[in-house]
């Protein structure tokens, strides 16, 4: 893996944070909808995944 630079690993951290930061916010907003209705099956964010035309559950 060649070296970056400060900017480059810089920008590459707040990339990533993004990334957690929005992850967070899905994972929380379904925390929130199964608190809301606890008999209801929890929603798993990303799920079903889809690859190629195909659906897995």
Do not use: F, N, Y
């Not at 209705?37 to 897995?56: D, K, V």
């Amino acid at each position: 893996m060649p070296s970056l630079s400060p900017t480059d690993e810089l920008s590459e951290i707040r990339a990533t944070l993004a990334r957690l930061k929005t992850r967070e916010a899905s994972l929380c907003a379904a925390l929130h909808l199964a608190a809301q209705h606890p008999t209801a099956p929890a929603p798993r964010p990303g799920w079903p995944i889809q690859r190629a035309g195909t659906e897995l559950h």
